[in-house]
């Protein structure tokens, strides 16, 4: 059977609602639903309903003084979480070849969201045997390296909504399964400035990370590097991994404007 073209997909409402969304250039701040109907070509009440579904969202604001619309906060917060995204990837991608050339190990840039990790970034090592790529990954926090370093850095409060249930799902025997057992260890974390997954999401895997922050001092994400554990003994994690993981975190920090 022939694969459709992608435009088969489209949804014609969230395609107007777009629309809709980029009339406002430039210099273009209000819009009236008589004009929006007429620049979309639009029966008034689908523009009146587009406006509400997005209204609703906090994406477009109505002026209750001129009763015109104009975009909302959230499309300004989406625009600065792109900004901030791309910046980090831009710094981190050279950080992360540098240290794939010092310990060929697989090598990870993510950030925290919605009580998960999720792996923007990564560079490969050229050994056989590697870890399966996790770019665009949304992963658990309480099991992963990565998610762990934001974990460390939050309240006993945040930790408790991220993670309301006290046994924690197991995904290996290796796992930590209490949620209590997890903020000993998130205490550990924050004051050694670097987390450390043993196997606790696929069996094999071991993976070391480390915070980065931006002029804030605010964690913006972490770096991390991964690999299987005949390569990532006890010995090569202490005496190489931590010391360049926390470097690298912390020279990433220095470009996103962290100072001490």
């Not at 639903?33 to 109505?62: C, D, P």
């Not at 046994?167 to 796992?175: A, C, D, F, R």
């Amino acid at each position: 059977m022939a694969r459709k073209e992608k435009s088969e997909y489209i949804i014609q409402a969230v395609s107007h609602a777009l629309d809709l969304l980029e009339q406002f250039h430039d210099d273009v701040d209000e819009l009236g639903v008589t004009e929006l109907s007429k620049r979309l070509k639009l029966h008034k009440n689908n523009v009146f309903r587009l406006l509400a579904t997005l209204e609703s969202r906090g994406y477009i604001e109505q002026n209750k003084a001129t009763e015109n619309y104009r975009l909302g906060l959230k499309a300004l917060e989406l625009g600065q979480t792109f900004i901030k995204q791309m910046g980090l990837l831009r710094q981190a991608k050279p950080i992360l070849e540098k240290m794939v050339a010092e310990c060929n190990e697989t090598c990870y840039v993510a950030i925290f969201k919605e009580g998960h990790v999720v792996y923007l970034d990564m560079v490969e090592t050229d050994m056989t045997v590697r870890v399966v790529s996790r770019v665009g990954s949304r992963l658990p926090a309480y099991c992963t390296a990565a998610g762990k370093i934001h974990l460390a850095h939050m309240s006993d409060e945040e930790i408790n909504e991220i993670l309301p249930d006290k046994e924690l799902k197991p995904y290996t025997s290796t796992t930590i399964k209490s949620r209590d057992l997890l903020k000993k260890e998130l205490v550990t974390i924050a004051e050694e400035g670097y987390a450390i997954d043993n196997e606790e999401l696929d069996l094999g895997v071991r993976c070391v990370a480390a915070p980065i922050r931006d002029y804030t001092r605010r964690i913006v994400g972490s770096i991390s590097v991964s690999g299987p554990n005949m390569r990532l003994n006890d010995e090569r994690i202490k005496n190489e991994l931590i010391p360049l993981v926390t470097s690298s975190g912390e020279e990433l920090s220095t470009r996103l404007g962290y100072h001490k």
